[in-house]
Antibody
Framework: DVQLVESGGALVQPGGSLRIPCEAS????????MNWVRQAPGKGLEWLSY????????FYADSVKGRFTISRDNAKNSLYLQMNSLRADDTAVYYC????????????????????WGKGTTVTVSS | DIVLTQSPGTLSLSPGEGATLSCRSS???????LAWYQQIPGQAPRLLIY???NRATGIPDRFSGSGSGTDFTLTIARLEPEDFGMYFC?????????FGQGTKVEVK
C-alpha cells in the first residue's frame, strides 16, 4: 500500500524548534516531489513548502520562509520539516503529501496535484 | 499571487440531493493545475479531482469537475452520507500552491 506517515508532533514553547519526519512506503519515494501542508484548528488548508525529488527546487510560503526548512533523505524514504522560531499561530496538524506531476503526451499538458496524504501530526505551540 | 475564493461557505443539503460548489480564481489559470480535495472531519484530505475535470482513482462517478479560466465547479450528483464534510479547491502555481478557504457540505 502507498502510505505516508508523519510523526514527531509535540507541545513546544514559543520560540522553540521541532523537526517532524514523514516516512513513505509502497512507492519509489525518490521519484516524487513532496509538499508539507498544515491545518490550524477549525481552519482551512495552508500549503507550506515544496521540494522536488532531488531538492533542486524548494519553495516556501511567505508565512514560514526563513523559519522552516524542508529536506529529504531518499535513502531513508523520508521527508522532514525543520521548524524554528515557533509561534502560537503555528499550532496545527501538519500533513505531508505526495506531488504527482506528469506529462500527458496525448494532450501535451502537465498535471500537478497532491495524490497521497499522510494522516498528519499535531504541533502545539504554547507556554 | 492567485487567490481562490470558494462559495458558498456552507451548503445545507439532504442525502440524495445534488450539490454544486464554486471555486473562483483571482486571475485566469490553467485547468491542468486545478484540483479538488475532500476532507471528512477527523481525517486527512483526499484527492477527488485533478486537472479540473479528471476523477482520481477510486472516486465515484457522482463527483464531477468542470470549468476553465477563472471559474471552476465541483458537482456531487446525489449526496451519500459519507460525502458530508469540507471541500477545498487548490491551484499549483509553480513556486506557490494555493487553497481555497473551503466549502462545508452539511446535513440539512
Amino acid at each position: 500500500d502507498v502510505q505516508l506517515v508523519e510523526s514527531g508532533g509535540a507541545l513546544v514553547q514559543p520560540g522553540g524548534s521541532l523537526r517532524i519526519p514523514c516516512e513513505a512506503s509502497g512507492f519509489r519515494f525518490s521519484d516524487y516531489s513532496m509538499n508539507w501542508v498544515r491545518q490550524a484548528p477549525g481552519k482551512g488548508l495552508e500549503w507550506l513548502s515544496y521540494t522536488d525529488n532531488a531538492e533542486r527546487y524548494i519553495f516556501y510560503a511567505d508565512s514560514v520562509k526563513g523559519r522552516f526548512t524542508i529536506s529529504r533523505d531518499n535513502a531513508k524514504n523520508s521527508l522532514y520539516l525543520q521548524m524554528n522560531s515557533l509561534r502560537a499561530d503555528d499550532t496545527a496538524v501538519y500533513y505531508c503529501a505526495r506531488v504527482r506531476n506528469y506529462y500527458a503526451s496525448g494532450s501535451s499538458v502537465y498535471y500537478f496535484y497532491m495524490d497521497v496524504w499522510g494522516k498528519g501530526t499535531t504541533v502545539t505551540v504554547s507556554s | 499571487d492567485i487567490v481562490l475564493t470558494q462559495s458558498p461557505g456552507t451548503l445545507s443539503l439532504s442525502p440524495g440531493e445534488g450539490a454544486t460548489l464554486s471555486c473562483r480564481s483571482s486571475r485566469s489559470i490553467s485547468n491542468t493545475y486545478l484540483a479538488w480535495y475532500q476532507q471528512i472531519p477527523g481525517q486527512a484530505p483526499r484527492l477527488l479531482i485533478y486537472g479540473a475535470s479528471n476523477r482520481a482513482t477510486g472516486i465515484p462517478d457522482r463527483f464531477s469537475g468542470s470549468g476553465s479560466g477563472t471559474d471552476f465547479t465541483l458537482t456531487i450528483a446525489r449526496l451519500e452520507p459519507e460525502d458530508f464534510g469540507m471541500y477545498f479547491c487548490q491551484h499549483c502555481g509553480g513556486s506557490l500552491w494555493t487553497f481555497g478557504q473551503g466549502t462545508k457540505v452539511e446535513v440539512k
